[in-house]
């Protein structure tokens, strides 16, 4: 039996030092406006740390002027009048890097925040995706194929949508995230993206001129270690690890068998892995609902083929449209039932896009449209027969399908039997998609003739009403009530049924409950019930009992 290596983790670190900065020209000038060829003003971001307003963030303009990021915005100013400043938006950072993210979701579904400024992406298994051809052969120094495809798109598209970004590849985060940071600049694209990148196995050379910074270390185990001379990876990535860690701390050696690969260090993806997905990339970008149908039945018929051989269907589907300008639109239906009929699914998308109208903007167009399945579970085939109950059973599980697309399959319920002999406690309301068949049944009812009177009433009053009654003798029947300020004489009475509530789910003695079928003298029919007895020491606080409307007939 020869067993076969599993492929080398691949690990991408996207910086983008200048994303507050990057923020607010895009809001001033469009986000286009790096490729434009534009030249952006001095700017600093603000916030008050320490007493007074000090820098947090700036662009390179502001850093070339000698600008540092810390002191106070004064002292800036004072060197230098012209500086544009703004207050800090930290929820607006994290979304924008959030919606940053998603759209790298069309690399990789492993997407991971790096912090406040950064991300990282796990490509294991991807990169040759984007090779143009199919020969890939390694050269000494450089990238696989693949990866330098990749890289190369992400870059050019990110530095279109008006962002500065640093990236590296590398075998684990830790060198991916050193290498974006401070490897200095050698390859890239125009503008201020660059990007750095270690073949497979070959991270030695790349990381060991590295400043210790690289390595994810407090300061002052920093200035521990300059001051015994130890200013480069190269100084500590080879040293016997006991001797490190007794005199600067364990985490040193943590690190530096984070950067080796000799620990794991697991990313975290923002958003679940789908259990399948099928994508189309467009050289042309679409626009028309029309088109953007064709593609969601084209890909439905690509997973439905998965899902059979796997034996499954999907109860959860998500169309991902990338905008060509970074925006993504996530659309998520969800089924009743275990489904991989490719019209039906188109049909479901169908109703929610129409459901959502306007609010699903194209803008110059979706250059990738993918269809993804978050879950699943067994298909289960069904013969039919000349019953047609099977047809019943599928046009409700479609209505239910469709209802729910349009507003949203939580708020499509149906009841379910419970097994209580209270009437409120009969059944419960329940998202209809999450009922099985089978527990629909209502197998403690007994069929009825069709002349059999009916004992319950169609309308059932949840909770029960209040009503005054007068009866002949405290415990008989009632002759007349009082609901919702009106009188009704009670012409015919049929009755009492007797129920107690369970005792072991009160804390106090159950109150027992004596039913009554009532009729006044216009034919209303009533479902009244009497809670308690007349004897003395009856009710736990010795109140009297009370009489409540439960149902009405028809």
């Known amino acids: 039996m020869r067993c076969e290596a599993l492929p ?9 030092p200048e994303l507050a900065t990057d923020r607010l020209e895009r809001l001033e000038r469009g986000a286009s406006w790096r490729s434009r060829g534009a030249e952006a003003a001095p700017r600093a971001v603000i916030a008050t740390r320490k007493g007074a307003e000090r820098v947090v963030a700036l662009n390179a303009a502001a850093h070339d002027l000698g600008v540092l990021a810390g002191e106070p915005l004064a002292d800036a100013r004072a060197r230098h009048p012209g500086l544009l400043s703004d207050a800090q938006a930290p929820g607006e950072e994290v979304a924008l890097l959030a919606a940053l993210a998603d759209w790298c979701d069309r690399y990789t579904p492993l997407v991971a925040l790096d912090g406040g400024d950064g991300l990282l992406l796990d490509i294991t298994g991807c990169a040759h995706l984007f090779a143009r051809t199919g020969n890939e052969a390694l050269e000494k120094g450089m990238l696989p194929a693949g990866e330098r495809a990749l890289m190369r798109d992400c870059l050019r598209r990110l530095n279109d949508q008006g962002f500065a970004v640093r990236a590296a590849v590398a075998d684990t985060p830790a060198a991916a995230w050193a290498l974006a940071r401070h490897a200095p600049e050698r390859s890239g694209l125009p503008g201020t993206s660059a ?4 073949p497979p196995g070959k991270w030695r050379d790349a990381l060991a001129p590295l400043p210790m910074a690289a390595l994810r270390l407090e300061e002052t185990t ?9 200013t480069r990876v190269c100084d500590v990535i080879d040293r016997p690890r006991g001797p490190l860690a007794s005199r600067f701390g364990r985490e040193l050696v943590r690190r530096i ?4 690969g000799d620990a794991a260090e697991p990313i975290s993806p923002r958003l679940a892995v789908p259990l399948l997905a099928a994508d189309r990339r467009f050289f042309e970008p679409i626009s028309r609902e029309e088109d953007v149908r064709g593609v969601i039945l084209g890909l439905a018929e690509r997973l439905s083929g998965d899902l059979e051989r796997r034996g499954e269907g999907g109860r959860a589907f998500e169309l991902a449209l990338f905008r060509v300008d970074g925006v993504v639109n996530r659309v998520t239906v969800g089924t009743s039932r275990a489904l991989r009929d490719p019209k039906r699914v188109l049909g479901l998308f169908a109703e929610k896009l129409a459901a959502l109208g306007d609010d699903l903007d194209a803008g110059f167009g979706f250059d990738l449209v993918r269809l993804c399945v978050l879950e699943a579970q067994r298909f289960e085939a069904s013969q039919a027969d000349f019953s047609q109950a099977g047809e019943q059973t599928e046009a409700l599980d479609v209505l239910i399908d469709r209802l729910g697309a349009r507003l949203g399959i939580a708020r499509v319920a149906r009841f379910l039997p419970c097994d209580s002999h209270l009437p409120e406690a009969r059944q419960k309301l329940v998202p209809a998609a999450l009922v099985d068949a089978t527990a629909l049944v209502w197998c403690s009812e007994t069929p009825e003739a069709p002349d059999t009177p009916q004992l319950r009433p169609l309308r059932l009053i949840d909770p029960p009403e209040s009503v005054d009654a007068v009866a002949m003798v405290p415990e ?6 009082r609901w919702r300020r009106a009188l009704y004489e009670v012409r015919a009475c049929e009755g ?3 129920l107690v509530p369970p005792w072991w789910q009160s804390p106090q003695p159950p109150q027992a409950r004596d039913y009554y079928r009532v009729e006044d003298g216009e034919g209303r029919r009533f479902w009244l019930y009497r809670e308690g007895f007349y004897d003395v020491g009856s009710a736990p606080d010795g ?12």
Do not use: T
Not at 8 to 16: A, G
Not at 257 to 260: A, E, P, S
Not at 476 to 481: D, E, N, S, W, Y
């Open 8 to 16: 080398r983790q691949r690990i991408v670190s996207l910086w983008f």
């Open 195 to 198: 990007c750095e990148g270690v």
């Open 222 to 230: 920093i200035d521990a270690l300059a001051r015994v001379g130890l």
């Open 257 to 260: 068998d984070r950067l080796r």
């Open 476 to 481: 008989g029947p009632p002759l007349r009530f």
């Open 496 to 498: 009492p049924e007797r």
């Open 543 to 554: 109140a009297p009992p009370r009489w409540f409307l439960q149902g009405l007939y028809a």
